[in-house]
T-cell receptor, first 114, second 114 residues
Framework: DAGVTQSPTHLIKTRGQQVTLRCSPI?????VSWYQQVLGQGPQFIFQ???????GRGNFPDRFSARQFPNYSSELNVNALLLGDSALYLC?????????????FGSGTRLTVV | GENVEQHPSTLSVQEGDSAVIKCTYSDSASNYFPWYKQELGKRPQLIID?????GEKKDQRIAVTLNKTAKHFSLHITETQPEDSAVYFCAAPKRGSSARQLTFGSGTQLTVLP
């Protein structure tokens, strides 16, 4: 049974560009959350989606957006990239909206903005 | 929002000794407290979690204790082994979150010396 899969694994972008990151949750999981992890820090919550609706948003600018598809996979988009957006972007899936059974993280996408 | 403080930031122990990591949280309504282990270059993995209706939970060499009055919870690892070396993160639900949006601590780098 596949875990949470994210693509691409690594990405290098130039300031001002746009990027799309992808996540496929564990089969049967309907909730997908996105976290940003800057080197040396704990993950920071960006978004949660459940049943294709946004259920929560962290303290990130409008340059960050996301969506969830009917098959529960998700995309995170970041526009007008800044150097400070360089981080590991983690996707986490859970069975239900309240994550009563915990979250499972993917291996992440390492984004470098130059 | 929820504030989670984690101590210490680094911890070195001799193999076979115990390790304790402590976190404090600010929202008295928080009711779910997971611990994640992140090895270098890998995804965070849930190792144990506790809910506010119990004071302690054990899983082999790992235990978590919760003091709701003092608003702190701790991770205890007994009989440490070199493979326990990693960064450990505690987390608590974001204040006002109905959907398990987690606020993470800043992490503890645990090194188990052979």
């Amino acid at each position: 049974d596949a875990g949470v899969t994210q693509s691409p694994t690594h990405l290098i972008k130039t300031r001002g560009q746009q990027v799309t990151l992808r996540c496929s949750p564990i089969s049967g999981h309907k909730s997908v959350s996105w976290y940003q992890q800057v080197l040396g820090q704990g993950p920071q919550f960006i978004f949660q989606y459940y049943e294709k609706e946004e259920r929560g948003r962290g303290n990130f600018p409008d340059r960050f957006s996301a969506r969830q598809f009917p098959n529960y996979s998700s995309e995170l988009n970041v526009n007008a990239l800044l150097l400070g957006d360089s981080a590991l972007y983690l996707c986490a899936s859970s069975l239900d909206r309240r994550a009563n059974y915990g979250y499972t993280f993917g291996s992440g996408t390492r984004l470098t903005v130059v | 929002g929820e504030n989670v403080e984690q101590h210490p930031s680094t911890l070195s122990v001799q193999e076979g000794d115990s390790a304790v990591i402590k976190c404090t949280y600010s929202d008295s309504a928080s009711n779910y407290f997971p611990w994640y282990k992140q090895e270098l270059g890998k995804r965070p993995q849930l190792i144990i979690d506790i809910r506010s209706n119990v004071g302690e939970k054990k899983d082999q060499r790992i235990a978590v204790t919760l003091n709701k009055t003092a608003k702190h919870f701790s991770l205890h690892i007994t009989e440490t082994q070199p493979e326990d070396s990693a960064v450990y993160f505690c987390a608590a639900p974001k204040r006002g979150s109905s959907a398990r949006q987690l606020t993470f601590g800043s992490g503890t780098q645990l090194t188990v010396l052979p």
